[in-house]
């Protein structure tokens, strides 16, 4: 399986960007794509999960400023990013299992087994 993210930049405080991460080598609808992010000099978090049905979680801590979505026929999972803050300075990533996202575990880095390469995002103030 690999996975390819796309959609970072520059972006002043209070924009928005759109994060795509794409899904080959195996067959899409099969798969969990949650979303981390990395700060410098700290371990990944977790944001969001959506199963291939559409249900999908995200963190208190971007609840209702980051959404995560996906078009199954273009094997395609999306983060769409508002109200972004300098905080949300980050390196993006997405990440997939086979399976479905489960409320309590979604956010365990060890819980998935590949990867895409990252996304810069940086928020200006």
């Known amino acids: 399986v690999q996975l390819v993210e796309s959609g970072g930049g520059l972006v002043q405080a209070g924009g928005s960007l759109r994060l795509s991460c794409v899904l080959s080598?195996?067959?899409?609808?099969?798969?969990?794509i949650a979303w981390f992010r990395q700060f410098p000099g700290k371990e990944r978090e977790g944001m969001s999960c959506?199963?291939?049905?559409?249900?999908?979680f995200h963190h208190d801590s971007v609840k209702g400023r980051f959404t995560s979505s996906r078009d199954n026929a273009k094997k395609t999972v999306y983060l769409q990013l508002n109200m972004l803050r300098p905080e949300d300075t980050a390196v993006y990533y997405c990440?997939?299992?086979?399976?479905?996202?489960?409320?309590?575990?979604?956010?365990?880095?060890?819980?998935?087994?590949?990867w895409g390469q990252g996304t810069q995002v940086t928020v200006s103030s």
């Open positions: 959506v199963s291939s049905d559409g249900a999908s």
């Open positions: 990440a997939a299992d086979p399976g479905h996202c489960y409320s309590d575990t979604y956010y365990y880095s060890a819980d998935y087994a590949s």
């Open positions: 080598g195996d067959t899409f609808d099969d798969y969990a």
